[in-house]
């Protein structure tokens, strides 16, 4: 039996806000609305071929360091025109928690954290490198590339409390 992701979901503060950056940011598509008892509401928007769940279910505790508890990271959204799609990013005033950087050559990663405090992973894959790693099985990448994810998390974290 296969399966697949259907969709990521993102409690927001304020819903309105969100959908409003994932249309700026991402050229989303609001799909479906619902609205529930309580003001609780949920929006469903399509990112190319994804879909992303917004909810504002009412208060909530804030995110936790993702460097000390399990659960999820970050998302990635992915883009063929990593550079062009940075610069625009940039320019619309996404927040980005530090430089685009290289793990390997023909991947590009940059990190942002949107609105709610999820990080998402800007992402670019040269499909003939990608396929290469994945026939490895197993790819060793160097320390600084994982300490770039540990740092972007941690500074994450850092705005999201104080900043």
Known sequence: ??????????RCRD?????????????AQVILKRNLADSKRIVFLRIGESMLEL??????????DP???????????KTDDFESAYRDLKAK?????????????????????EPNGAVIELAHR?????????????VNYPYPFLRKVQEAAYINLFY????
Do not use: C, N, W
């Not at 003939?128 to 197993?138: H, I, L, P, W």
């Open 67 to 77: 460097r000390e508890h399990y659960g999820v990271h970050h998302f990635g959204i």
């Open 126 to 138: 040269d499909p003939k490198v990608f396929q290469e790693a994945m026939s490895k099985g197993t």
């Open 93 to 113: 005033g996404a927040e980005f928690l530090g430089e685009p950087f290289e793990p390997t050559p023909g991947i590009r990663l940059a990190f942002l954290r």
């Open 15 to 27: 819903i309105e806000a969100s959908v409003d950056y994932y249309r700026r940011m991402f050229g």
């Open 160 to 163: 999201h409390r104080y900043g």
């Open 1 to 10: 039996m296969p399966f697949s992701i259907e969709h990521v979901t993102i």
């Open 55 to 64: 909810m504002y279910m009412g208060p909530a505790s804030e995110p936790v």
